[in-house]
Structure formats: structure tokens, C-alpha cells
């Protein structure tokens, strides 16, 4: 969907929000839908909220959810993360599997999707040895507790919702202590991903593998900023945390996220 039709249903559902008064949802949204739904202005009365349902979880997919202003009591920023999280169509899938045995972020998503769903019914995937948390649209949330008895060779079982005693895991990063000669989008890839500036351009950046912010960009020279999110196609997703200062050479010590 192109960016101008995407906004364009935002606003419509907007629109259906303020008539029917009661919230509307979208389905969760990837990295490229999240950055269009950020730039829309919402009409005077609606109240946009973005929501992975893994409340404090840094969540990378995130449903929107449009409400009538009245329905906070308080400013949306002094509500919790529970109470927000209440508000949406979306449950937790939890998965246990033998302590020891492999599943990746990979392998869980494919054995959903091998049940006929669609990719935008599927939130965030958290994994720690032995089980493992999946938010999804709450109708297909039995479904999927149901079906899915193995993810490739393991076998597992499934619940719905956080059950008491089940610790969310914790979304696992690496840090990368980086040294670049300019906060250009060449020369952050080039250092996050470990190859030249000439790499960078020609096999990644010139071929439209680089997303920042959720969008494509081809702009070798564009400036990021602490909190900018880019990805490159086999490499990973990454995050700028930190512009930690310039070294005695003039170059420019940054930290970056690196999501696992």
C-alpha cells in the first residue's frame, strides 16, 4: 500500500471514530506503516495511541488505535502501560518448549503462518530459553494455542495470555561501540554492518536495502539523529542510541542498538 492510500484510510477511520464515537483499530503495523501513521495529523477529538501489548517492551509492531478524546480521563502520557494495553484487541500467545532446544524468531513466525494467518495479525516475538511470548490480534489467539503443537522438530505447548508466574522475556540487543566519521547514513551502515563505505553504497544502500525510520532510503548523505531506527536486508535492525562525543581525530563516538 502506498504511503498517500495508508494515510488515507487512517483518516477515514478518524473520521469513523469521531461519528460512532468508539475506537478503531488497525491490524499491527510494520516498520514503513508505523512511520506513515506517525505523520498523519489527527483530526481535533481523536486520540492516536500506538500499542504492541508487551506494555515497558520496546515493541517493533504496534497496532494504532484511535479513540474519542473522551475517553482519558487524564493526559495519555500518565497512563500505564497496563491500562493502554486493556484498551486493544490483542492477547499473548505463551510458548513452552524443553529448556536446551533452539527456536528462533524465524522458526515461530513461519509455523504461524504455515495456519493460514496473515502476516498483520502477528505482533512483537519474545524468546528466552524454554518459552517464549507471541502478541496477536485477539481473535486468532485460541487458534493459534490450539493448532500449534510443534515449531520445527520441537514440540510445545501453547496458552493464551500471560499466565501468572510467566515472566515476559526481555528483548535481547547488542551494543555496538562505534566510531564514524559523520552521522551520514553511509558511513552508520558501514560501521554497524562491518564493511567499506563503497560496500555499503553499492551492495546495500543503491539497492534499496536500507530502511530508516521504516523507509526505504537511497540518500547516502541523509543525517541520523539519537533514537533513528534503520535495518539493512541481512543484517539486522538496528537503533542510533547514543551520540557519545568526537574523539582527538575528529571522529564522531556513537553507540548503536543492535536488535537479537
Do not use: W
Not at 86 to 114: E, Q, W, Y
Not at 136 to 164: E, F, W
Amino acid at each position: 500500500m502506498s504511503r498517500l492510500d495508508f494515510i488515507k484510510g487512517v483518516l477515514n477511520a478518524a473520521r469513523d471514530c469521531l461519528d460512532s464515537s468508539s475506537p478503531h483499530f488497525t491490524r499491527f503495523l510494520g516498520e514503513s506503516e508505523l512511520a506513515f501513521a506517525k505523520s498523519v495529523g489527527m483530526p481535533k477529538g481523536v486520540t492516536a495511541v500506538f500499542c504492541g501489548g508487551a506494555e515497558n517492551r520496546d515493541p517493533l509492531r504496534c497496532c494504532l488505535g484511535l479513540f474519542p478524546s473522551f475517553y482519558f480521563d487524564k493526559q495519555i502520557d500518565d497512563a500505564s502501560c497496563e491500562e493502554i494495553a486493556g484498551m486493544f484487541p490483542i492477547k499473548a500467545v505463551t510458548i513452552a518448549f524443553r529448556s536446551g532446544d533452539v527456536i528462533s524468531h524465524r522458526d515461530i513466525l513461519g509455523s504461524i503462518m504455515a495456519l493460514g494467518l496473515d502476516r498483520d495479525t502477528v505482533g512483537d516475538i519474545f524468546i528466552e530459553d524454554g518459552k517464549a511470548a507471541v502478541f496477536v490480534y485477539d481473535k486468532i489467539a485460541s487458534h493459534i494455542a490450539d493448532s500449534l503443537t510443534k515449531i520445527g522438530n520441537v514440540g510445545v505447548k501453547c496458552k493464551t495470555d500471560i499466565r501468572p508466574g510467566f515472566t515476559l522475556p526481555i528483548r535481547k540487543y547488542e551494543k555496538l561501540a562505534l566510531s564514524v566519521a559523520s552521522l551520514r547514513l553511509d558511513n552508520i551502515v558501514r560501521s554497524a554492518v562491518g564493511v567499506s563505505r563503497t560496500v555499503a553504497v553499492e551492495k546495500y544502500i543503491a539497492p534499496q536495502l536500507v530502511q530508516l525510520n521504516g523507509v526505504v532510503c537511497t540518500d547516502c548523505a541523509a543525517q541520523l539523529s539519537t533514537g533513528d531506527i534503520f535495518s539493512v536486508r541481512g543484517k539486522g535492525k538496528f537503533s542510533l542510541e547514543s551520540i557519545d562525543g568526537t574523539g582527538r581525530k575528529g571522529n564522531i563516538h556513537i553507540t548503536v542498538k543492535k536488535y537479537m
